[in-house]
């Protein structure tokens, strides 16, 4: 059974920095096709940031230059680095493979406001 757990949200002020890990446990995952994923209130669940089969990242473009993903293998980790944080990143977060088809996790609560 996979287990993805969320962590590293909280609140911050616009402009601010935050790391969000994740950590991949249970059933042998490969880290290769995961991604990150959000959900502000009334809202979907959309994907932010992921690895794609080439080898490449990929991002929404709403966090272009943002964001960055990246994983450690040793770790069972992948890692969301967020920095110049806007109110509109306010968004439960959370990880998953880029197929969605893992069991999602609790997410961690990321809030920008002043």
């Known amino acids: 059974q996979v287990q993805l757990v969320e962590s590293g949200g909280g609140l911050v002020q616009p402009g601010g920095s935050l790391r969000l890990s994740c950590a991949v446990s249970?059933?042998?995952?490969?880290?290769?096709?995961m991604g990150w994923y959000r959900q502000a209130p009334g809202k979907q669940r959309d994907l932010v940031a992921g690895?794609?089969?080439?080898?490449?990242?990929l991002y929404t473009d709403a966090v272009k230059g943002r964001f960055t993903i990246s994983r450690d293998n040793a770790k069972s980790t992948v890692y969301l680095q967020m920095n110049n944080l806007e109110p509109e990143d306010t968004a439960v977060y959370y990880c998953?493979?880029?197929?969605?088809?893992?069991?999602w996790g609790q997410g961690t609560q990321v809030t920008v406001s002043s």
């Open positions: 249970g059933t042998i995952v490969s880290l290769y096709f």
């Open positions: 690895f794609t089969y080439g080898g490449g990242t």
């Open positions: 998953n493979s880029m197929t969605r088809n893992l069991p």
